[in-house]
């Protein structure tokens, strides 16, 4: 397993649409095992394969308290959204330390294949809701910032490219 940079906001290639896995294989396989590990070690709750430079329609996630239930989710497809919806503070890894309201469905059904390459579909809601909405919309290229209002997002640009610049110092 390996440890994989994730790319910062506003990097050009998070706008990247993923395409399809064409094959469950060994290397898929792989890709979901290192992008768990490296969730897990940013402390994160899901992580797209756009937020490491792959851009292949591959999430996964984990919301459990105990850090205990990942969830790989490959080719993933919204099948059904509730009429409902909440406002959600949301944050993310390639925009670390920001934090901000985002609306999103209460409650999805999602279709995909697992890390096996079987079929199912799970039923989302509250917090896997959210965080399943999130990484999604990683794979066609959206951040969760691009929400906001042009004047935060511009705020949250500013300061992430300052604090790029200060640490390639």
């Not at 994989?4 to 898929?28: F, G, M, Q, S, W």
């Not at 290192?34 to 591959?58: F, P, S, W």
């Not at 909440?86 to 995909?112: M, Q, W």
Request: net charge negative; aromatic share 4%.
């Amino acid at each position: 397993m390996a440890l994989l940079p994730i790319l910062c906001y506003p990097d050009p290639k998070l706008h990247t649409v993923a395409k399809p896995v064409a094959a469950v294989d060994a290397r898929i396989q792989q890709l979901a095992a290192d992008m768990l590990e490296t969730m897990y070690e940013a402390k994160g709750i899901g992580l797209a394969a756009t937020q490491i430079n792959v851009h292949e329609r591959l999430i996964v996630i984990d919301v459990s308290e105990e850090r205990d239930q990942p969830m790989v989710l490959i080719n993933p497809e919204l099948v059904w959204t509730s009429a409902t919806t909440h406002l959600n503070e949301e944050g993310c890894l390639s925009v670390p330390g920001i934090y901000d309201g985002v609306t999103r469905f209460d409650a999805v059904h999602v279709k995909a294949l697992d890390e096996k390459g079987n079929s199912r579909v799970i039923e989302a809601d509250g917090l896997l809701a959210v965080c399943v909405q999130h990484e999604m919309d990683h794979l066609v290229g959206k951040v969760f910032v691009e929400y906001l209002s042009p004047l935060k997002r511009n705020r949250i640009k500013t300061k992430m490219i300052k604090a790029q610049r200060e640490e390639s110092r």
